[in-house]
């Protein structure tokens, strides 16, 4: 085939030069079609693709096809309800309030309201004004040793480091944040000028590099902690334990977007890969992180302080709250990110295996905090794939006090969903630290969209809650949403999802489901006891 192929493309060539001699407008292709040729040649004589050595040049439009794949599925042949991981309906949605135009739909629902997986809220006869309600809720986070307690908007963004993020992408968003009142969390890569110099508030993270606080050998930095935390825009603390798309992973930073401006603010080598380590290195047991949190808590003048984590072996989790309830030491926050959260980087089996998804951990956290009597203590932050205002209401029905968006905002800077966010070659300048595409990303344009897309998020959540007869967002639990569980069977979340009793977990009493994990949890390790093990060994026995 190669031969043919070859051939048929010098005799081509040999025609058009043929012609040129004689009709000059033949002259301008010779460069095409000798270029083609040598193309040929150099196919059939490479060895690290088959296919083009079997068809040269020929084979290369299996490439070409490939890389226009995404966007002809995309525009041409996905449905409003398809499209992964965010539908083409949700990312309109978007789109629409945050340029504030008409976001109404017509006709009706297209979802399938009989399919299994299918949710809703109950409505009220005795629903109320939308004028009637709180235009601007706010969640009050700060614990019995906070000093500085912070009122945070139900919805906020979510972590996103500089370096992910291109510069005029970060700006972008902490001037929406300053504008629309909500708080921007910086993600793991560190503080920034863009982050501090732009007036939105900050949500600090602290991730297992210590970016920004750390010594060179990658340890944490308490004098370097404390100059930045300390700081009139830093109104929380994060540490982040883990992510919802990577648990267990650390984040990773590619070379060709590790830049020295990067490299600068997270203390590393420029242009290299940097993986961050998969645990933390400033403390090593439940009863050490709570003193971590108590450092950070002191060192930042008495700021809010917490840790955001996903999901994994749950007696992990209960290892926590029982630190937490030995020392009396407590985080003002926890923030549950789900196995479907979104990420820059991260390998296909860690994004699509591993973790619980939000609904799963985020009841589970709840139940938790409320079994070990914790939970007036701590305010639950819910972090996975929230776009709409109705993510917003299954979330604090199954126990958040308030919300955090990452691809949300993303699509509101303009984010077209090309799934190339780890290849530096973002079209929208949102995920890229190429300065020729950043470039297109209008800092000015953007944050009001992303204010816009916040403001009528909220307000849309403030309508649906109205229509449930509901004055305040704090009155939501899992008694108001419902899941079809398939053709014949509805139930309500407080079915799928059974609360606690208050204490429930403190005494001998354990409830079945808890029994073991509770068991195997220990405040002084993070490694459970393997309790767990016997369900193996009993069922070998029999």
Same mark, same amino acid.
């Given at each position: 085939?190669?031969? +043919?192929?070859?051939?048929?493309?010098?005799?081509?060539?040999?025609?058009?030069?043929?012609?040129?001699?004689?009709?000059?407008?033949?002259?301008?292709? =010779?460069? @095409?079609? %000798?270029?083609?040729?040598?193309?040929?040649?150099?196919?059939?004589?490479?060895?690290?693709?088959?296919?083009?050595?079997?068809?040269?040049?020929?084979? +290369?439009?299996?490439?070409?096809?490939?890389?226009?794949?995404?966007?002809?599925?995309?525009?041409?042949? !996905?449905?409003?309800?398809?499209?992964?991981?965010?539908?083409?309906?949700?990312?309109?949605?978007?789109?629409?309030?945050?340029?504030?135009?008409?976001?109404?739909?017509?006709?009706?629902?297209?979802?399938?309201?009989?399919?299994?997986?299918?949710?809703?809220?109950?409505?009220?006869?005795?629903?109320?004004?939308?004028?009637?309600?709180?235009?601007?809720?706010?969640?009050?986070?700060?614990?019995?040793?906070?000093?500085?307690?912070?009122?945070?908007?139900?919805?906020?963004?979510?972590?996103?480091?500089?370096?992910?993020?291109?510069?005029?992408?970060?700006?972008?968003?902490?001037?929406?944040?300053?504008?629309?009142?909500?708080?921007?969390?910086?993600?793991?890569?560190?503080?920034?000028?863009?982050?501090?110099?732009?007036?939105?508030?900050?949500?600090?993270?602290?991730?297992?590099?210590?970016?920004? &606080?750390?010594?060179?050998?990658?340890?944490?930095?308490?004098?370097?902690?404390?100059?930045?935390?300390?700081?009139?825009?830093?109104?929380?603390?994060?540490?982040?334990?883990?992510?919802?798309?990577?648990?267990?992973?650390?984040?990773?930073?590619?070379?060709?977007?590790?830049?020295? !401006?990067?490299?600068?603010?997270? /203390? @590393?080598?420029?242009?290299?890969?940097?993986?961050?380590?998969?645990?933390?290195?400033?403390?090593?047991?439940?009863?050490?992180?709570?003193?971590?949190?108590?450092?950070?808590?002191?060192?930042? /003048? /008495?700021?809010?302080?917490?840790?955001?984590?996903?999901?994994?072996?749950?007696?992990?989790?209960?290892?926590?709250?029982?630190?937490?309830?030995?020392?009396?030491?407590?985080?003002?926050?926890?923030?549950?990110?789900?196995?479907?959260?979104?990420?820059?980087?991260?390998?296909?089996?860690?994004?699509?295996?591993?973790?619980?998804?939000?609904?799963?951990?985020?009841?589970?956290?709840?139940?938790? %905090?409320?079994?070990?009597? %914790?939970?007036?203590?701590?305010?639950?932050?819910?972090?996975?794939?929230?776009?709409?205002?109705?993510?917003?209401?299954?979330?604090?029905? =199954?126990?958040?006090?308030?919300?955090?968006?990452?691809?949300?905002?993303? %699509?509101?800077?303009?984010?077209?969903?090309?799934?190339?966010?780890?290849?530096?070659?973002?079209?929208?300048?949102?995920?890229?630290?190429?300065?020729?595409?950043?470039?297109?990303?209008?800092?000015?344009?953007?944050?009001?969209?992303? &204010?816009?897309?916040?403001?009528?998020?909220v307000n849309a959540f403030m309508d649906i809650l109205s229509s449930t007869g509901h004055g305040s967002h704090d009155r939501l639990n899992r008694?108001?949403?419902?899941?079809?569980?398939?053709?014949?069977?509805?139930?309500?979340?407080?079915?799928?999802?059974?609360? @606690?009793?208050?204490?429930?977990?403190?005494?001998?009493?354990?409830?079945?489901?808890?029994?073991?994990?509770?068991?195997?949890?220990?405040?002084?390790?993070?490694?459970?006891?393997?309790?767990?093990? +016997?369900?193996?060994?009993?069922?070998?026995? @029999?």
């Amino acid at each position: 085939m190669h031969h +043919r192929i070859i051939y048929t493309l010098l005799a081509v060539f040999v025609v058009n030069l043929l012609l040129s001699l004689f009709v000059s407008g033949f002259v301008w292709l =010779l460069p @095409v079609t %000798l270029l083609c040729l040598l193309t040929a040649v150099y196919d059939v004589n490479q060895n690290r693709h088959s296919i083009l050595k079997n068809f040269p040049l020929v084979g +290369r439009g299996r490439w070409f096809i490939e890389g226009l794949r995404p966007f002809i599925q995309q525009y041409l042949l !996905e449905s409003d309800i398809d499209g992964k991981p965010i539908s083409r309906m949700h990312r309109a949605i978007v789109y629409q309030r945050a340029k504030n135009v008409l976001d109404s739909s017509p006709y009706g629902t297209q979802l399938d309201t009989y399919q299994a997986g299918y949710e809703w809220i109950g409505h009220s006869l005795s629903a109320m004004e939308i004028d009637e309600m709180d235009e601007n809720p706010r969640v009050h986070i700060g614990g019995p040793f906070c000093r500085q307690p912070y009122q945070a908007s139900i919805l906020n963004i979510s972590a996103m480091s500089f370096g992910a993020l291109s510069a005029n992408a970060v700006k972008a968003l902490n001037q929406g944040a300053a504008k629309g009142g909500f708080y921007h969390n910086t993600g793991e890569g560190g503080l920034t000028p863009y982050h501090l110099d732009n007036g939105g508030d900050v949500v600090w993270q602290i991730g297992t590099g210590y970016f920004g &606080c750390r010594h060179e050998d990658g340890t944490f930095d308490p004098q370097a902690f404390a100059d930045k935390a300390t700081h009139d825009n830093v109104k929380m603390i994060e540490i982040k334990l883990s992510q919802g798309a990577k648990p267990g992973h650390g984040g990773i930073l590619p070379a060709d977007k590790n830049t020295p !401006e990067i490299a600068k603010v997270r /203390g @590393v080598k420029p242009g290299t890969q940097v993986d961050s380590p998969p645990r933390h290195t400033a403390f090593s047991t439940p009863l050490e992180m709570m003193d971590f949190i108590q450092q950070l808590r002191e060192m930042s /003048g /008495g700021k809010p302080v917490g840790f955001k984590l996903s999901i994994g072996r749950k007696s992990e989790f209960i290892a926590l709250c029982k630190a937490m309830a030995k020392s009396e030491i407590y985080p003002d926050f926890i923030t549950v990110d789900g196995g479907e959260g979104g990420t820059g980087a991260a390998p296909l089996e860690y994004a699509n295996s591993i973790g619980f998804p939000l609904r799963e951990a985020l009841a589970f956290v709840d139940d938790c %905090l409320m079994g070990f009597d %914790l939970r007036q203590h701590i305010k639950i932050i819910a972090s996975g794939k929230i776009i709409t205002a109705f993510d917003i209401v299954k979330n604090l029905s =199954l126990g958040a006090d308030l919300c955090n968006s990452a691809r949300g905002m993303m %699509l509101a800077l303009g984010c077209v969903q090309s799934l190339s966010c780890n290849t530096n070659r973002c079209p929208t300048g949102v995920a890229t630290q190429d300065p020729a595409l950043a470039r297109g990303l209008v800092v000015e344009d953007k944050s009001v969209r992303v &204010c816009q897309f916040h403001n009528k998020t909220v307000n849309a959540f403030m309508d649906i809650l109205s229509s449930t007869g509901h004055g305040s967002h704090d009155r939501l639990n899992r008694t108001h949403v419902f899941r079809r569980i398939n053709h014949a069977e509805v139930r309500r979340y407080d079915e799928i999802f059974p609360l @606690v009793k208050r204490g429930a977990l403190l005494g001998e009493a354990v409830p079945d489901p808890f029994k073991l994990h509770v068991q195997e949890a220990s405040a002084r390790s993070f490694m459970p006891q393997s309790h767990l093990a +016997r369900i193996e060994e009993e069922t070998k026995a @029999v």
